[in-house]
């Protein structure tokens, strides 16, 4: 199975375009106002039309009631929502059933307590997507650019997909997918110039590095 690579937080049309031709596996869009990857609904229609399914959409809200994830389903019709706030497993649950998309479900890790969450989510979630536990100050709870300890995950045993995220750059996605071997991985922060302004050139070599893993992992399985 390839590594998934998901460049989230994408909000101008050339840098989607350079994360579709880069080979981005999902691209995420940010409907959150405190974000400075917030896109609007306008902006993700426009967006999502780009995309012409070279990659999987992903609406990411926080805490979003149902109102706010009809008008997203309008306009992006996105293939995977991705819920970055404290929604409950029924909340999940409710999800799932009334917009009939899957969901990955984000869980905040700071230290193994955190973990204590994921039997619930892993019953009714189709993905999950570990991040940084953001600090109790922060305006949002994730595009932080800060890692946490990926060792937590060494020995995880989960019944569904995952991915990494939090603080990865083209530098250390190498290691995080060696050490959580986590199925995909996810940044934001890692491949901006400035708070919100994504850079073509940091989004192709995020990439390059993260296939670079796959390359490494198949040459060590045919020896
Ligand atoms: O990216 C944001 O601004 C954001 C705002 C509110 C909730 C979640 C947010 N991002 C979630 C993501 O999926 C990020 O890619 C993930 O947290 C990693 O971010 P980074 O550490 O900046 O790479």
């Known amino acids: ?21 880069a ?29 012409k399914r070279r990659a999987l959409k992903v609406a990411l809200t926080v805490d979003a009631d149902d ?9 992006l019709s996105p293939d995977i929502l991705q819920l970055h706030g404290k929604e409950s497993v029924a909340r999940l649950r409710d999800i799932k059933q009334r917009f009939g998309r899957p969901v990955m479900k984000a869980v905040p890790v700071a230290t ?5 969450v994921l039997p619930g989510y892993a019953e009714v979630a189709d993905r999950i997507l570990f991040d ?6 922060a305006t949002r709870p994730g595009g932080l650019g800060a890692a946490f300890d990926w ?7 989960l019944k569904l997909p995952y991915m990494v995220s939090g603080g990865l750059d083209a530098h250390n996605v190498a290691e995080a997918v060696r050490v959580t071997r986590a199925g995909g991985v996810d940044v934001s922060s890692g491949v901006e110039s400035a ?4 850079d073509p050139v940091m989004i192709k070599a995020f990439i390059c590095a993260a296939r670079a893993t796959q390359d490494a992992s198949q040459e060590l399985s045919v020896r």
């Open 23 to 51: 080979g981005a596996d999902m691209v995420g869009f940010v409907f959150f106002p405190p974000s400075p990857r917030h896109v609007s609904l306008e902006l993700g229609r426009d967006l999502g039309r780009q995309v």
């Open 151 to 157: 060792h937590l995950l060494e020995n995880l045993e």
């Open 1 to 21: 199975m390839s590594l998934l690579v998901k460049i989230c937080g994408l909000s101008t049309r050339e840098t989607l375009e350079t994360a579709l031709d």
């Open 195 to 198: 708070s919100g302004v994504k």
């Open 112 to 116: 193994a307590a955190d973990l204590a």
């Open 132 to 137: 940084a536990r953001a600090p109790k100050d």
């Open 67 to 75: 109102a706010t994830l009809d008008n997203i389903m309008d306009a």
